[in-house]
């Protein structure tokens, strides 16, 4: 049963304009939110964070919004730059589960110059 | 950020052998580590969780005896694959988190790439 879905698999975007990265989770339990970067065959690298305290996150061109209610996160990007094309894997966590992390699908992103 | 190593970065091994993967923490000690595995298109699947000096935790529907975890110090973990098949072919990646910092960030390997012929 996947608990994080992400149901774009992929997302095409002009170089300069806004990517959003849409992932929904299903276990209200999670209180973590992480989205990782992801190129082939190489391991996912962190991205930036969010706790369910928060509804917003922003660290430089990336922003994460958090809606509880809704179960629903979104990674912002902007303004998108071709270096940004990569597989983006939202992840989810229920604090007392010692860490262990639940990944979506991972949706491929490719910034067009 | 914390650097976590895997070697071998890519391993071709015929059916019936087995495989060893080492994950290493390379400036920080982790006492727990994980183990994913991703196939190809899909999401990284926890397999196990790793602790230092104790036996894994290993998640639903994952082999124990198939896929051996042995962390033998707070900087070393190791899956090995038994007695591979073919369906063993995967990217395996390890994770472990810093506990110097006060987030819940996981550092991941670079992943190894198992074939099984």
């Known amino acids: 049963d996947q608990q994080v879905k992400q149901n774009s698999p992929s997302l095409s975007v002009q170089e300069g304009r806004i990517s959003i990265l849409n992932c929904d989770y299903t276990?209200?339990?999670?209180?973590?939110f992480l989205w990782y970067k992801k190129y082939p065959a190489e391991g996912p690298t962190f991205l930036i964070s969010?706790?369910?305290?928060?509804d917003k996150n922003e660290d430089g061109r990336f922003t994460v919004f958090l809606n509880k209610s809704a179960k629903h996160l979104s990674l912002h990007i902007v303004p998108s730059q071709p270096g940004d094309s990569a597989v983006y894997f939202c992840a989810a966590s229920e604090e007392n589960t010692g860490n262990q992390f639940y990944f979506g699908t991972g949706t491929s992103l490719t910034v067009i110059p | 950020g914390a650097v976590v190593s895997q070697h071998p970065s890519w391993v071709i091994c015929k059916s019936g052998t087995s495989v060893k993967i080492e994950c290493r923490s390379l400036?920080?000690?982790?006492?727990?580590m994980f183990w994913y595995r991703q196939f190809p298109k899909q999401s990284l699947m926890l397999m196990a969780t790793s602790n230092e000096g104790s036996k894994a935790t290993y998640e639903q529907g994952v082999e124990k005896d198939k896929f051996l975890i042995n962390h033998a110090s707070l900087t070393l973990s190791t899956l090995t694959v038994t007695s591979a098949h073919p369906e063993d072919s995967s990217f395996y990646i390890c994770?472990?988190?810093?506990?110097?910092?006060?987030?819940?960030?996981?550092?991941f390997g670079p992943g190894t790439r198992l074939t099984v012929t």
């Open positions: 994770s472990a988190r810093d506990p110097r910092t006060s987030t819940y960030e996981q550092y």
């Open positions: 400036d920080f000690q982790a006492t727990t």
């Open positions: 276990n209200s339990m999670f209180d973590y």
């Open positions: 969010i706790s369910s305290i928060k």
